[in-house]
């Protein structure tokens, strides 16, 4: 069987907020949330993964949003899930194919009710069910579920996964180049579709800045800010106006005519942690300008007081280098 992407679904329709949830999902103990919608996805820069979350929203903004009458907001996670958590899509993604998890913006517990003690949420518990009845007339009439939350994320999923399997085939041989002002962009398609979008977005920013639609093979955008790290990448559009799957990402910088941007005298340059602050996780990133000789690299990360928090080994390739950093090496108070 073709297996082309993978979108587990862990939201069942509750908007509350328990005591326990997984850190830091909730504000705070019984606050409700019936709009926010999280995705989750491994990897940071040309992740498939995360691919295949900006493609599920930008399928929302573009076909759906707009005659949505309650908008959902669909926030692309920098992790793969919620700490100390394990989804489904996990797997699949060990074994190569692109997959995401869509999870609701609050949940009743952290899932463990057996190892965190005096736990009293719903979450995997004999009290996790639909809804109570109220005054014993053998009728549910409060309900834990939103149902429509529900039908909203229902909708936003269905949407997704039907662009997905429709869609034809991403470009190949996709290249990118700095030009004055702007990135020029080049690709093969033996479909010939003829329509593409370019999705663009700045290095720190989980989402795309832009997404232009172009009808060439060879192309150039412009009005990028000049110093910045963009991550760029391609697709295809079929004649009923379907795209693909975005290609992978490549990584561009480029200066103006008038100042050049300065390479590091050593070969490499920490760059800014993102997001900042974090969601659930943030990542650190190096960027290596050349081959450099060395016997080992890590992160470290301290606290204001000193401390060290977490070594994390880090290999120095020439481009973008990454590790992920998140809540476990903290202590989480819910609000």
């Given at each position: ?199 663009v977005r700045k290095y720190w920013d989980n989402d795309w800045e832009l997404v232009n639609t172009i009808f060439s093979t060879t192309d150039t955008i ?114």
């Open positions: 069987m073709q297996l082309k992407a993978v979108l587990n679904n862990d939201i069942v329709g509750g908007i509350i907020c328990g005591e326990t949830a997984s850190p830091p999902g909730c504000p705070g103990l019984n606050e409700i949330d019936s709009i926010n919608v999280r995705v989750y996805s491994d990897g940071v820069f040309n992740s498939k993964h995360k691919q295949l979350a900006r493609f599920s929203k930008l399928e929302y903004q573009e076909l759906l949003e707009a005659v949505m009458p309650v908008k959902p907001v669909v926030n692309i996670m920098t992790p793969e899930d919620r700490t100390g958590r394990g989804g489904d899509h996990i797997p699949f993604r060990q074994k190569g194919f692109a997959s995401i998890r869509y999870t609701s913006a609050n949940e009743h517990g952290n899932g463990d009710p057996t190892g965190t003690p005096d736990y009293h949420d719903r979450q995997h518990t004999m009290e996790d069910v639909l809804g109570v009845d109220t005054n014993s007339d053998g009728e549910l009439d409060s309900f834990f579920v939103d149902f429509n939350y529900l039908s909203r994320n229902t909708v936003l999923n269905g949407n997704a996964l039907a662009m997905a399997a429709l869609g034809p085939v991403p470009p190949i041989n996709f290249a990118v180049e700095p030009v004055n002002n702007g990135i020029e962009v080049s690709f093969e398609d033996p479909d010939n579709h003829g329509e593409y979008r370019v999705g412009y009005g990028l800010s000049p110093g910045e790290e963009y991550a760029v990448s391609v697709a295809c559009v079929d004649e009923l106006g379907t795209e693909s799957l975005f290609s992978r990402e490549y990584a561009v910088s480029f200066a103006t005519g008038t100042r050049e941007v300065r390479v590091s005298e050593q070969g490499l340059t920490l760059l800014q942690n993102h997001p900042n602050p974090f969601d659930e996780a943030t990542v650190i990133a190096v960027k290596v300008d050349r081959a450099l000789r060395y016997k080992e690299a890590y992160i470290a990360v301290f606290h204001i007081e000193g401390r060290e928090l977490a070594r994390m080994p880090i290999e120095l390739k020439e481009g973008l280098n990454e590790v992920i950093y998140d809540f476990q090496n903290h202590q989480y108070i819910p609000g």
